[in-house]
């Protein structure tokens, strides 16, 4: 093996020992964006940049692809080598959260701190090549390094997100009592503070009358979402269509920013709806068509139903959007709260991007 591994090649491979394979982590499927990909094509490199010292014979296994692509095994070697002349020791850091910290989540991709590998599915883009040396290493023979496909380990690294808190309220006259309007406005403040400490982001949309309307853009801000809670008005109807759609284009401006974000909605209401989106409309082919762009944006939805015997339509839209339903037995500030943080608990805690 000595004779096989030049000392360098060596030392980087010793040093990748107490990297572990990932074979399935289970993951939080986050929506797919359409996000501009370089053409540029990637591993390239000069066939001088290889080790001289080391012979090279590339395998290439039997593929069903067209004749094209007969070299792309032998240009992919080329830059593992290329790239491993060039490395340097890092060190692995924890995958442990830290208190204060945005989520963080497992990646596919360039972006993020290398932590682990694993076998590649599909096409690899980003190769691990210590563990693919080593790989290829140990069937290795008559001082020839042999790569094959299945020698290939793709990278997995480990970026912080952003998580997006979309709160729809309802703020129609049937919402209009004095225990749930202060308990809602003290869990949109709780949500705040752990978004400032997060580094998380928290936008309010009211709906009531004929429309939905912004009452917080997104913000970090606890004191800038205290003076608009302040002059929130209550009464009226209650276009709950509207207040859903206008939830929607508010995360879809901010996705737009951020594809990486996981975005969250949070429909509080009482399950009443009397108030479509035009004049004549029909209520609930309405909603019905946003839901469904709701579920095609990717959206998390977190249905809170306030209806004191729970609502029908709550349960139903909770259903549409394959989101959770919440009920409390006994409406407080803990339980509401507790509801919210775990929805983004959950849903952002491991995310395949």
Known sequence: MNDIIPRRLKKNIERDNDITVSHSTPIYRTPVYTVPVSKTPILQAPIHSIPPNLELEVIVEP??????????????LRQILTDFTRIKKKKITSTQMKSGRRAEVLTKGKRGRYVRYRMPEGEVTDIAIAPTIRAA????????????????REKIRRRRICTLLNIV??????????????????VIIALLKDAYQRRDKVSLVTYSGRKAEVALPFTSSVERAKRYLETIPFGGTTPLA????????????????????????????DGKANMPLEVGGNIYRELSMILNYV???????????????????????????????FHPESLSKESLYDAISNERDDVSYFAKM
Request: glycine content about 6%; overall charge negative; charged content about 30%.
């Open 63 to 76: 593929e069903k692809q067209k004749e094209n692509h007969e070299q792309t095994d032998e240009v992919i």
């Open 137 to 152: 290493a140990m069937h290795a023979q008559e001082n020839k390094l042999k790569v094959l496909k299945s020698d290939y």
């Open 169 to 186: 309220l309802d703020t129609s006259g049937s919402m209009d009592e004095i225990n749930k309007v202060e308990i809602t406005r003290s």
């Open 242 to 269: 509207s207040g859903i759609l206008m939830g929607l284009h508010v995360l879809h401006n901010e996705i737009i920013k951020d594809p990486s974000t996981i975005p969250i909605m949070i429909l509080v209401t």
């Open 295 to 325: 579920v095609n944006e990717g959206v998390h939805v977190l249905t809170v139903d306030m209806d004191n015997h729970g609502s029908k339509l709550a349960r139903e839209i909770s259903q549409k959007t394959k989101g959770r339903y």
